[in-house]
């Protein structure tokens, strides 16, 4: 039985790069989007530029019996997801990423939207595959959760608080897999260069000006820190959490504000 990956929202960006860094390790991949075409054709790549087996599955939330559906079938093509990647996430911030969610307007069904997709649909992905994993006695489950569950950003509440349930669930599921070779454990990325940073030009938010090793995330630098966590690289890690962020955690306050101070003050 061959072992694989399962990762959700694999088709482009951290995700496909995930997926990557395990075919070339000799993984078998499984991917999902909530597009069959994205999530087919990035198998396809995948499984082209690797000489592994891909397949890609069309999945979205609120369908348990969806995700018990995919994991038959896998069971059926006779492959054991040794490794899960949680990828997916709703950002938390409407339909505008600069302004985000307003606390006094935003609608307590986008609010709950959040948490029913970063945690609620997560656990059905999980106990599907830890329902496999008990049976070999060994698994990982990787999450991507966020720096922002310890360091908050404006109008975002909602999304700082899905990735602080995270860590926690993560936590949960270490003492509780544990006993069946189970890991869990949480990468927290900073700000990553996905193409929704790159179109954001003059508005972005956070840049490498601000943090203190002078860069943000490429996807091959969380996706290696995904296979760390994901593979027997880290065979005795759980529970625990792996930023990422170039330092943006470390510090205080970024570096650049005493030399705006200095620059303010001049003009006094």
Known sequence: MNKALFITGGTVGTGFATAERFAKEGYDIFITSRSVDKATNAAEKIAFRHGVFAKGYALDIRDEQRVIDIFNDIDRLDRFVETVVLNSADMGFGTDPVKGMDFFSVPVEEFQRVFETNLVWNFTIVRQAALRMKKHHKGAIVFFGSNTAYRAIPNRSAYCASKGGINAMSKAFAIDLGPYGIRSNVVLPGTIKTARWVEMGSKQIVNGTLTPIGDISDFEDIANAAWYLGSDESK???????????????QLYPQILNELKRKADMYK
Request: net charge negative.
């Open 236 to 250: 005795n890690v759980t529970g625990t959490e792996l930023i990422v962020d170039g330092g943006m955690s470390a």
